[in-house]
């Protein structure tokens, strides 16, 4: 039983960087050429279910790369990026600016630290970890579902759920590569994920 679980295709870059989290905006024009090519590299597998974050860039590549419709898909709500609260749509140097010591203060605690009205990484991890289980435990229940899922989200959310499998800290989360259309493959067995190559399954 297989879960390709995948980040959204790239989204516009802003210059400087600003912190994303929830704000919902849509692929640029490279992301629909990424989610494209992502949908020939993997045409050859017969997709049965197909989970989405409710942000435009995650269930848009959903639906690119899997071929389903907004109609078949299932949306997650679980599966929506951390909430960065306050910080959501500031630069760095804004933060720096108007929460003295908070940036630094979140990179010395990564796994607790909570931007003001947003969530830390542990309760990111606490929100979307059932709802991993619910997709897994969905595919036991339904007859109709033989064949591998989709899941698509964010790096945030992904990189909490590889960390949780693989044993790695949320303090070393960052070490955990996710870029745009970063795909990893998740076997479920016996009430238990491990992660496989999802270019060899």
Known sequence: ??????????????????????????LSEQGLAQ????????????FTAVYASPLERAWHTAM????????????VEELREINLGDWEGLTVAEVRTRYPGAYEARGADLAHFRPPGGESFTDLAERVWPALLNIARSMDAARDVTGPVLAVAHAGVNRVLLARISGVPLARLFTIPQDYGALNCLRYRAGSFEPVDAWLV
């Open 1 to 26: 039983m297989l879960i390709y679980l995948l980040r959204h295709a790239a989204v516009a870059k802003s210059q400087p960087h600003r912190f994303l989290g929830q704000s919902d905006i849509p």
């Open 35 to 46: 989610a494209r090519a992502l949908a020939a590299r993997l045409a050859h597998i017969p």
């Open 64 to 75: 690119l790369v899997s071929g389903h419709s907004g109609v078949d898909m299932q949306i």
